[in-house]
């Protein structure tokens, strides 16, 4: 089951406040960004967010899964706790790199 337009708006609606989000479809998936960061990976209606250091003490509780076949394990987002996930969403951000912008293959 993919991830349904209303689910993706839901998660960027609860986080909302916390800088610039938008969302963008990869392979039939989403990820959400947070100023130009890449913060959680949605997929079939679940948010992720990756194992960090600095959010590992207040997930110790969460959830734990793959978002996608051959992905490394991540920790399941309560994306209905509106304080906590912009907390999680916040720190995440905080740590994580603008993605550098990719070469275009020449043909």
Do not use: S, W
Not at 28 to 43: L, S
Not at 77 to 104: G, N, Q
Request: charged share 35%.
């Amino acid at each position: 089951m993919a991830t349904t337009n209303e689910y993706i708006e839901y998660v960027c609606e609860q986080i909302k406040g916390i800088g610039e989000i938008r969302y963008k479809k990869m392979f039939g998936e989403f990820m959400v960004y947070v100023n130009d960061k890449p913060v959680i990976i949605v997929c079939d209606n679940v948010a992720y967010v990756k194992k960090l250091e600095c959010i590992e003490e207040r997930m110790k509780e969460a959830g734990i899964g793959y978002p996608y076949k051959g992905a490394k394990e991540h920790y399941v987002l309560d994306i209905d706790d509106v304080a906590f996930c912009k907390e999680i969403v916040a720190k995440i951000e905080e740590v994580t790199p603008i993605p550098k912008p990719r070469k275009k293959k020449e043909k």
